[in-house]
């Protein structure tokens, strides 16, 4: 949402509430508001009438846990989603082709199983358990948060162009194609754990004299 939806969003918050004779307060509006803001106003709206119709939920007022779980469903179902993505790239693009998904998250998380040429050579038998592993790492970001992601996923064709010293080629877009593009330009290069020699951290100001004897 805009800021510019605040005082009816304010106003739709307060409705419902007065709908359930429950008591209200600017408070609670706030805080409605910072959980609520990053969809559009129209979805909030739907997800409460949703709700306010649901027997069961709808004799409370709207929570925003209960919200979420509408528009954006459960991390469960959302890590299977995005396994459904992958599994797709795989089959379609396979293991040669540079690919970039629709959300950063997904990067994030084939980066850690190895990366993308070798998930994609992954065998037959070994998917249930690729599947598996992939969601429990997805679940375990999500809860997370913010999580550093690289701008696309190498090929082997890369691989191979950057040892003669040639250029890559531009990534398969999966996915929604503006959000994926909006996915490589947020990347970033650089690896999530940075990994330095000895050697190397000694020469940074200050580690050497914390690690002189007291």
């Known amino acids: 949402m805009k800021p510019s939806d605040r005082k009816e969003f304010a106003l739709l918050i307060a409705g419902v509430f007065a709908y359930h004779r429950a008591p209200c307060s600017n408070a609670l509006i706030a805080m409605y508001w910072t959980g609520c ?4 106003l129209e979805q909030v709206q739907k ?3 949703d709700l306010t119709a649901d027997p069961d939920l709808g004799r409370f007022p709207p929570k925003i846990a209960d919200m979420t779980r509408v528009l954006e469903g459960t991390k469960t179902d959302l890590s299977l989603i995005a396994w459904g993505k992958v599994l797709d790239g795989m089959q379609r693009v396979g293991a040669y ?3 970039c998904f ?6 994030a998380v084939i980066e850690d199983m190895g990366g993308w040429v070798k998930l994609c050579r992954s065998e ?15 679940r375990a970001y999500a809860a997370r948060g913010d999580v550093p992601f690289p701008p696309s996923l190498p ?18 877009l999966i996915g929604n194609p503006q959000r994926a593009a909006e996915v490589r330009r947020m990347g970033v290069a650089a690896p999530k754990t940075q990994i330095t020699s000895a050697s190397a951290a000694l020469a940074l100001p200050g580690v050497a004299k914390s690690l002189e004897p007291a």
Do not use: M, S
């Open 47 to 49: 997800a409460i009438n």
């Open 37 to 40: 803001k990053r969809w559009e």
């Open 124 to 138: 037959l038998a070994e998917l249930p358990h690729v599947q598996r592993r992939f969601c429990e790492t997805y």
């Open 155 to 172: 090929g082997a064709h890369d691989a191979d162009n950057a040892l003669r010293g040639f250029a890559g080629t531009p990534p398969v």
């Open 97 to 99: 082709t540079a690919v």
């Open 102 to 107: 629709d959300e950063g998250l997904i990067h």
